[in-house]
């Protein structure tokens, strides 16, 4: 049977799991040459007489299960395959991804931009045979990956993403939509799209423009909107080595979704707005369901083979040998009261 794990970066918590392991151990073993030093054996035996020492070597292995249960849990293992039907649409899709620092903003857990990457490789997974590109866009634009049918080099390049991919601080979003409108590889009009992924903070790129001047020439402009609308978010950096706040004229900066310019985008566009806010983003459902409909033309439908999500087969028994652990008296059932006049005597 063959397995996969999608998150194998996480191995490294298991490097916890032995440190765990390690101070258990050395708990158990301290505790024990303590009451051999402040007791003879006779007494240490009477002081101890009301404790379980095998239900405290039970509760070391349920906690070391625990840990390694919930370890794999968060590696996503995945087995067994299902079959999911993708209707081939053969459409072409730049995706423009706003990298500046306001992409930060912890609004969005864990934050803006790690919730847009996600957001673009749920994408992937539905695509079927469409082509899909990558431009990022922060003071300047940049294709990070040109249209392409290889969806890995897509993750890969979604994984190394930062506000360090770009040379120039900033957002110009309509030098984004440009160069993506640029780089599509073929003079045929229709079956195109552009999304753009971003706060809507701009610095004068004129994106509604851009956005118009795609149209035109038959590419579709959707854009989402990420981050809080309203009361906004702080942007985190560092300060002398110490998390901080990026300040301006003294005073820390709140970053907001410029809802109302990328709706102006997105109908200058010819396209529609997704206003993500601060939600999970179901991106993946809005492609297939909206964006592909009206941009491509249906082909074959196709079935693509899936793994099966299994974390839920370690989450589970994780919790429940760490409910065994709670309940789990280290003490063996008898009369107090009998035990303490047995010290004390």
Known sequence: MEMQFNNPSNALYFWAVVALFGILLFAYARRSSLLQRVASKRLAQRLTK????????????LLIGTALTLCV????????????????????????????????????RPNRLDGATTAISDVLDVMGSDRAG????????????????????????????????????????GDGIRLAQQSFTDDVQDHKAIIVLTDGEDMGSFPAEAAAEAAAAGILIYTVGIGDPITGSRIPTTRYGQPAFIEHEGKEVWS???????????????????????????????????????????????????????FQWFAIPALLLFLGD?????????????????VTS
């Not at 897509?154 to 900033?170: C, E, F, I, N, Q």
């Not at 200058?268 to 459902?285: C, E, H, R, Y």
């Not at 709670?326 to 047995?342: A, F, I, K, Q």
């Open 256 to 310: 907001t979704m410029n809802a109302e310019e990328l709706t102006n985008v997105a109908s200058a566009g010819g396209g529609a707005f997704v206003p993500a806010g601060t939600a999970n983003l179901d991106l993946a459902s809005i492609y297939a369901q909206r964006i592909a409909s009206d941009s491509g033309k249906s082909f074959d439908s196709v079935k693509l083979e899936q793994f099966i999500p299994r």
């Open 50 to 61: 009301s404790s379980s020492n095998g239900k405290r070597k039970l509760r070391i292995a």
């Open 73 to 108: 849990s968060i590696l996503d293992p995945r087995w067994g395959t299902k079959y999911k039907e993708v209707e081939q649409k053969g459409i072409d899709t730049f995706f423009v991804l706003d990298v500046s620092r306001s992409m930060l903003a912890q609004d969005v």
């Open 326 to 342: 709670g309940w789990l008296s280290l003490r063996t059932p008898s009369n107090s009261r009998r035990r303490v006049y047995e």
């Open 134 to 173: 990558l431009v990022t866009v922060a003071g300047d634009a940049a294709v990070s990956v040109p249209l392409t049918l290889d969806y890995a080099s897509l993750r890969l390049a979604l994984d190394d993403v930062s506000p360090r991919s770009v040379k120039r601080g900033g957002t110009m979003i």
